[in-house]
């Protein structure tokens, strides 16, 4: 017998409704994924261990997917985030210590820099080793594309006495920074609200 032909106090019924409930939660639910349209795009650069990938997990809450150019097995990861109600490509290039390439990923990171349409690039250096890490400040400022400076580590400097003043380093460099522990996820803020500045945000417009 057809179990919707039971009467209403038989088994038989409950567990044949039960386990269509069953079945549709196992059923995996195939949704069809939005096309992203990336309104622009950051790049985050630096010198190998100074928290690039760390600080693109914490932006971007992981790690999704992965480019390279032909001829090279050298990688840099995307995902996007929003910043300014805009939805923004963030990119984590292979370690470099020179626009002047010595090895495959810096070579990687220069060809980026140079390919990629990019809004804003962030140079991620490590608080504790800070004038060593301005060489390559200077020369990402010479390629005109808008520099933000990440001082990253300020946990482990600041257990080492070092204190990054942020105000002085933005005045002395003339272009901003942000002092923070992608570890400790502090900074996160002020990093995207600096970010903000260079997210270009149509006009309003009006209709009368
Ligand atoms: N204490 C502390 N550790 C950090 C911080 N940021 C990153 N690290 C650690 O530093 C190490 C290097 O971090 P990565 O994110 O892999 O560095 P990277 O710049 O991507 O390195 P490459 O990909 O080799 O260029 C990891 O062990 C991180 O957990 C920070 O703010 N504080
Ligand atoms: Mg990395």
Same mark, same amino acid.
Request: proline share 5%; net charge neutral; aromatic share 8%.
């Given at each position: 017998?057809?179990? /919707?032909?039971?009467?209403?106090?038989?088994?038989?019924?409950?567990?044949?409704?039960?386990?269509?409930?069953? /079945?549709?939660?196992?059923?995996?639910?195939?949704?069809?994924?939005?096309?992203?349209?990336?309104? #622009?795009?950051?790049?985050?650069? #630096?010198?190998? /261990?100074?928290?690039?990938?760390?600080?693109?997990?914490?932006? $971007?809450?992981?790690?999704?997917?992965?480019?390279?150019?032909?001829?090279?097995?050298? =990688?840099?990861?995307?995902?996007?985030?929003?910043?300014?109600?805009?939805?923004?490509?963030?990119?984590?290039?292979?370690?470099?210590?020179?626009?002047?390439?010595?090895?495959? =990923?810096?070579?990687?990171?220069?060809?980026?820099?140079?390919?990629?349409?990019?809004?804003?690039?962030?140079?991620?250096?490590?608080?504790?080793?800070?004038?060593? *890490?301005?060489?390559?400040?200077?020369?990402?400022?010479?390629?005109?594309?808008?520099?933000?400076? @990440?001082?990253?580590?300020?946990?482990?400097?600041?257990?080492?006495?070092?204190?990054?003043?942020?105000?002085?380093? =933005?005045?002395?460099?003339?272009?901003?920074?942000? $002092?923070?522990?992608?570890?400790?996820?502090?900074?996160?803020?002020?990093? $995207?609200?600096? *970010?903000?500045?260079?997210?270009?945000?149509? @006009?309003?417009?009006?209709?009368?």
């Amino acid at each position: 017998m057809k179990c /919707n032909q039971c009467p209403d106090s038989c088994q038989n019924k409950s567990q044949t409704s039960n386990s269509f409930w069953q /079945n549709l939660w196992r059923k995996p639910l195939k949704m069809k994924s939005p096309e992203v349209i990336s309104e #622009g795009t950051i790049a985050l650069v #630096g010198s190998p /261990n100074v928290g690039k990938s760390l600080l693109f997990n914490v932006l $971007t809450g992981g790690y999704t997917t992965v480019s390279n150019y032909p001829g090279t097995t050298v =990688e840099a990861s995307r995902n996007y985030i929003k910043i300014a109600s805009k939805t923004i490509t963030i990119i984590d290039t292979p370690g470099m210590y020179s626009l002047i390439p010595m090895t495959e =990923e810096e070579r990687f990171s220069r060809e980026l820099l140079f390919r990629e349409p990019l809004d804003l690039v962030v140079h991620v250096i490590d608080a504790k080793s800070l004038s060593r *890490m301005l060489n390559l400040t200077f020369q990402l400022m010479e390629t005109q594309v808008p520099i933000l400076v @990440a001082v990253n580590m300020i946990d482990e400097a600041e257990k080492l006495g070092i204190w990054v003043n942020e105000k002085q380093l =933005e005045a002395s460099l003339g272009i901003p920074v942000v $002092t923070l522990s992608a570890a400790q996820q502090r900074g996160i803020k002020s990093l $995207t609200a600096k *970010m903000a500045n260079y997210v270009h945000i149509p @006009a309003l417009s009006y209709s009368y």
